[in-house]
Antibody, heavy 116, light 110 residues
């Protein structure tokens, strides 16, 4: 069974960088697919942040692109997210998910609340 | 990229069928057959219900079905149950190799 788990600080200070890691179990990132980050501000809808594959090829939301960095560590079966210059508007539950293709997100982590 | 348009809320009684709409443009919903639907219960992660407009992942009830006409995709739940009360989100691939979500629809089971 594929499982994803987000980890990282639940608090970030304005203007600093938010950093999160997603650890995958039950499936090797090296085997394929893209791996994505999605966020949800409290009481609001979902926003796609970006996706990365095992070789490090990325796609990012144009509205966030200049502030977002994604990376992958296949040796640890993890991928990560950094969002720079955060403001209160970046306060959200951040989810990681597996993208089985064409942005079909079939497995999700439980989410982690990050407050700026 | 603008969010797809979904009604804020819908309601229905147990046993009824209910349909959610998700309206986009020819650059997203109308241009590709890569529409997905997700169900989200309060405090939980979204769950994939439908992908590629009308395909159900293994384990998803056949009470859930999807379709598309022009720039509008639809999700239908038949035989509404109390446990279906949740938020429902659509998403679509868009021409810039990214994805856009709808604003979500809150389903109330009366």
């Amino acid at each position: 069974q594929v499982q994803l788990q987000e980890s990282g600080p639940g608090l970030a200070k304005p203007s600093e960088t938010l950093s999160l890691i997603c650890t995958v179990s039950g499936y090797s990132i090296s085997s394929g697919y893209y791996w994505g980050w999605i966020r949800q501000p409290p009481g609001k809808g979902l926003e796609w942040i970006g996706s990365i594959n095992h070789s490090g090829h990325t796609y990012h939301n144009p509205s966030l692109k200049s502030r977002v960095t994604t990376s992958v560590d296949t040796s640890k079966n993890q991928f990560s997210l950094k969002v720079s210059s955060v403001t209160a508007a970046d306060t959200a539950v951040y989810y990681c998910a597996r993208d089985r293709g064409w942005y079909t997100l079939d497995y999700w982590g439980q989410g982690i609340l990050v407050t700026v | 990229q603008s969010a797809l348009t979904q009604p804020a809320s819908v309601s229905g009684s147990p046993g009824q069928s209910i349909t959610f709409s998700c309206t986009g443009t020819s650059s997203d919903v109308g241009g590709y057959n890569y529409v997905s639907w997700y169900q989200q219960h309060p405090g939980k992660a979204p769950k994939l219900l439908i992908y590629d407009v009308s395909n159900r992942p293994s384990g998803v009830s056949n009470r859930f079905s999807g379709s598309k006409s022009g720039n509008t995709a639809s999700l239908t739940i038949s035989g509404l149950q109390a446990e279906d009360e949740a938020d429902y989100y659509c998403s679509s691939y868009i021409s810039s190799s990214t994805v856009v979500f709808g604003g979500g629809t809150k389903l109330t089971v009366l």
